[in-house]
């Protein structure tokens, strides 16, 4: 991997840190050619410390390690984006990211859909919300809608109605969502279910 390490007069470029699995940025190091070496030959994430002067591996101290899984340069060749899997908590103060922020999945539309239905569902408002209305019905009801729904999208899959198949997947996966937050899950749970069984 050529890296050009001339552009700053220090010999440092930008290395970004982003979480292999959830995606998200956890912190920004700098790193020279001895960094990025002992980064590759050991797997571990290294630095070029601008406060201590030398190299330092992240964890070194707290065991929290930034485990390698892979790197890639920018097109001006001069800024790194290493993903990782990390041990533990990424910022010296004890936060996921160094922007304090839990470093979990997000995924997009779904989390934002997680984040109406659960909002609904705490102002309990059945004169205006469908979901708040099938909350209040309980359990039983809002398992019913996911069973209907699922048998009407079985039915559409045997046909060739690409709209309408894809309008019962839609409200399937709408109704689960409910679902699970009344049984006081989220997708990530799903997920990481999912991730359990992975061989």
């Known amino acids: 991997m050529t ?4 552009k ?3 010999g440092l470029v930008p290395a970004i840190i982003q979480d292999n699995e959830t995606k998200n940025v956890l912190m920004l190091g700098y790193m020279n050619q001895a960094a990025l070496d002992t980064t590759l030959m050991t797997k571990k994430v290294t630095f070029f410390s601008r406060s201590k002067n030398r190299l330092w591996m992240k964890g070194e101290e707290s065991g929290h390690f930034l485990e390698l899984v892979s790197i890639k340069k920018d097109c001006d060749n001069d800024t790194l984006l290493l993903q990782v899997n990390p041990n533990g908590p ?8 160094c922007w304090d922020e839990p470093n979990i999945s997000n995924y997009g539309f779904i989390t934002r859909l997680e984040n109406t239905i659960k909002k609904r569902k705490e102002e309990a408002n059945t ?4 979901v708040a209305n099938l909350f ?8 019913q809608k996911v069973g209907e729904e699922a048998v009407e999208l079985v039915i559409e899959a045997k046909d060739n109605n690409e709209n309408l198949f894809l309008n019962e997947s839609a ?4 109704h689960f969502l409910i679902l699970l937050q009344a049984k006081g899950f989220e997708l990530h749970d799903v997920v990481n279910m999912l991730k359990s069984r992975e061989k």
């Open 8 to 10: 700053n007069e220090n």
């Open 136 to 143: 209040e019905k309980g359990i039983n009801k809002i398992a």
């Open 3 to 6: 890296i050009d390490f001339t």
């Open 127 to 130: 004169q205006t919300s469908y």
């Open 171 to 174: 409200d399937l996966l709408f």
């Open 90 to 97: 990424t910022c010296h103060t004890g936060s996921d990211t």
